[in-house]
C-alpha cells in the first residue's frame, strides 16, 4: 500500500511511486476499473497511470497530473486506493508554538 501525505490544499502528495487507475478522458476512476495485474488496461476499460514519489494523488473524478501511463523500468508502484486524509501530523504543533 503506498503511502500518501495530505497537504494545505487537500491533495495527497505520494511518498512512494503509485499508480491508481483512470478513465479514457484521464480523470482518476477506483482500482476495480484496472485490472489486478501489471497490465496496463484493465477489464473495466480503465488504464493504469504512474506517478513518482513527491506526485500529486488526485480525488476520484480529478485529472491524472505529474506521471505517466507507462510505467518506469524497474521501478516498484504500490496502490493508491486507500487514501488516508489528515492535517500536518506530528509536524503541527511545531506551527502552533509560541513566538520566544
Do not use: I
Request: aromatic letters at 8%.
Amino acid at each position: 500500500m503506498a503511502l500518501l501525505a495530505a497537504g494545505c490544499g487537500g491533495s495527497n502528495v505520494a511518498n512512494q511511486p503509485v499508480r491508481y487507475c483512470t478513465d479514457a478522458a484521464g480523470r482518476r476512476v477506483a482500482d476495480a476499473n484496472c485490472g489486478s495485474g501489471s497490465s496496463r488496461t484493465g477489464g473495466g476499460g480503465g488504464h493504469y497511470y504512474y506517478a513518482g514519489r513527491g506526485a500529486a494523488v488526485p480525488a476520484l473524478g480529478e485529472a491524472a497530473r505529474g506521471g505517466s501511463y507507462q510505467p518506469v523500468s524497474g521501478v516498484r508502484y504500490g496502490g493508491a486506493e486507500a487514501v488516508t486524509r489528515g492535517g500536518f501530523g506530528r509536524l503541527g504543533g511545531v506551527f502552533g508554538g509560541r513566538g520566544s
